[in-house]
């Protein structure tokens, strides 16, 4: 599976891989930043179970430590032929080769780090411990690199001699900034790199419903006809919404809006302390009410259902509750994007909740009364230590340069709080991995029972994703009842499975019926096309869609007035 996965991932560009990398809406690890990264980093029962591993095996632990003193000595003879990997920029630097202290420093270090990595996986450790000693290893390792390090760095040293000293005054006055506040990482774009409304989320429309909660945003049809169906997109509640609406030309909803498709988002609040009574059934009875505002302004009786991450989770469950309550129909299909609604081994985020954490990190957030998406935007940075830390270490402080403009980076930084009672129901409902579990949790007083949820349904994982790990949202979509049903498979991880636009030749999907239990097997056997999923998507829509009408000249209707232009005034709200 491991060769299968690796011949089929595409590397982006770096500021695309950031992106993808950093990914916000990674909903379910809402322990880190209640705990602290220290509690993640620090000995805790994990690290106990891999020192027992360990000395159960003193004939490995020699083996490796006699091959690592030897290798050692080769390379301070000059007689290593170690090198780095072609695609391990850290010393793409011609100083690295050239110079033969630098040259055995980077050989050093390569070795140490293998050894390490080889011990690790030594140990055996089960699942859970595995996927939170790596978070260690890894953070550890890409620390330690010498590329990182300012009096070896070449970069550096050439930036000093190229400004006349000016690097190292920038690059201090950066790191002050950057350590001064949450998220204590590197800065990854200027807040003033794009604006909201202009540069970036700028498809015409308007907020046509504002709550305590939401706006919900209706866009301007771009098309002479539309099809009678609208669709209603829900973001993550940890993220503004406008990753759907990037720039022009990756805009999803652009895209559709453009195939004929009636378009209308959800606008998350940024919610604030007084809002921490907002939980499960807070969330869901908003999605129900911009349901009956899309549905009254279309003048129709269904709509789509697109949501991702945890809006998915919470999407999912309301059309639980709707068909729960007889009113199944008014979906005419569920759309889950990158979304995990079966805990089970589902990577680092299932790894990391435990019983005694969990509820530790609840009674945090609630003496506040919502969980900061500052400090959750301090622990994806260090899941991807490379990319997303020590990259822009070396460019910011090292370098003494700003990072370079990439609306998906600003986005990602437009950080939101998460309300205390959605924080306690979302960490319980990972905790209990409850949507596997028919009437184990409930949304609006109706038991959640995801496999009685039989509208069509189109599902959508990344092979790349490290946040939302495919496996994880393949067996999602087995939880639901739908008779058909479509998993789509991106190339791509996690906000690159959604920012995906047509165009890009290295860009391909596979797809096909959720109908083997295994999703190896799936992946062997599903069908492969090439290019973004966009396409299929709009089609799969549009046969659900119903018979094509006049767009509408003006957007509201008598009741629900436009109230102001897109993207609304909670977008910028901080």
């Not at 050692?72 to 090198?83: F, K, N, P, Q, Y």
């Not at 049903?485 to 860009?507: D, F």
């Not at 056997?525 to 119903?546: I, Q």
Request: with cysteine.
């Amino acid at each position: 599976m491991t060769n299968t996965v690796e011949t089929e991932r595409n590397y982006p560009p770096a500021g695309a891989r950031c992106a993808d990398e950093l990914a916000a809406p990674l909903d379910l690890l809402l322990l880190g930043p209640a705990l602290g990264l220290r509690r993640r980093m620090t000995p805790n029962t994990s690290w106990a179970h891999m020192v027992a591993n360990l000395a159960r095996k003193p004939g490995t632990i020699a083996e490796r430590g006699q091959s690592l003193v030897k290798e050692l000595g080769t390379i301070a003879r000059g007689d290593s032929t170690r090198e780095p990997a072609k695609y391990d920029k850290r010393f793409a630097d011609p100083a690295w080769q050239q110079n033969p202290m630098l040259h055995r420093i980077v050989q050093a270090y390569l070795a140490t780090s293998e050894t390490a990595e080889t011990l690790y996986k030594d140990a055996d450790l089960d699942w859970r411990d595995a996927e939170r000693m790596k978070f260690v290893l890894d953070n550890v390792i890409e620390g330690a690199s010498p590329s990182n390090n300012p009096l070896l760095s070449p970069l550096g040293w050439k930036a000093l001699i190229d400004t006349g000293g000016l690097s190292a005054v920038r690059g201090l006055r950066r790191f002050l900034r950057d350590i001064a506040a949450r998220p204590r990482v590197p800065t990854m774009v200027e807040p003033d790199a794009f604006a909201v409304g202009e540069t970036i989320a700028a498809t015409p429309g308007a907020v046509v419903l504002k709550t305590r909660m939401f706006e919900l945003i209706q866009y301007t049809p771009q098309t002479p006809t539309v099809h009678t169906v609208p669709l209603l997109m829900v973001p993550p509640v940890i993220n503004k919404f406008y990753v759907t609406d990037i720039a022009p030309g990756r805009s999803m909803i652009e895209y559709f809006l453009r195939h004929g498709q009636q378009v209308f988002a959800v606008s998350w609040r940024n919610p604030r302390a007084r809002h921490r009574d907002w939980g499960f059934d807070s969330y869901g009875a908003a999605i129900v009410e911009a349901l009956d505002a899309v549905q009254r302004i279309a003048g129709t009786e269904r709509a789509h259902l697109m949501a991702s991450c945890s809006g998915g989770i919470l999407a999912a469950m309301v059309a639980a509750h709707l068909t729960d309550i007889g009113e199944a129909d008014r979906l005419a299909g569920l759309t889950l994007a990158v979304t995990v609604l079966d805990q089970s081994q589902a990577g680092f985020a299932a790894a990391a909740l435990g019983e005694k954490e969990a509820h530790t990190a609840i009674r945090m957030s609630a003496r506040k009364g919502y969980l900061d998406g500052r400090a959750l935007a301090e622990v994806f940075a260090w899941l991807r230590p490379t990319d997303l830390i020590w990259r822009y270490w070396v460019n910011n402080y090292v370098q003494g340069r700003a990072p370079a403009a990439f609306d998906v980076l600003f986005w990602n930084s437009d950080t939101t709080r998460m309300t205390a009672a959605l924080h306690h129901d979302m960490v319980l409902l990972g905790l209990h991995n409850s949507l596997t579990e028919p009437g184990a949790v409930s949304m609006l007083h109706s038991p959640v029972d995801l496999s009685k949820v039989t509208v069509d349904s189109y599902v959508i994982g990344g092979i790349a994703d490290h946040i939302s790990p495919w496996q994880a949202t393949y067996r999602s979509a087995r939880l639901l009842g739908s008779a058909q049903q479509r998993y789509v498979l991106s190339t791509s991880g996690h906000i690159a499975a959604l920012v995906n636009p047509p165009g890009n030749p290295k860009a391909s999907y596979r797809f096909g019926p959720a109908d083997t239990e295994s999703p190896t097997e799936w992946l062997e056997t599903a069908e492969r096309a090439a290019d973004s999923w966009w396409p299929d998507y709009v089609d799969w829509l549009a046969e659900r869609g119903g018979p094509e009408k006049a767009a509408p000249q003006q957007l509201g209707t008598d009741g629900l007035p436009p109230v102001g232009p897109a993207p609304g005034t909670y977008v910028h709200e901080h």
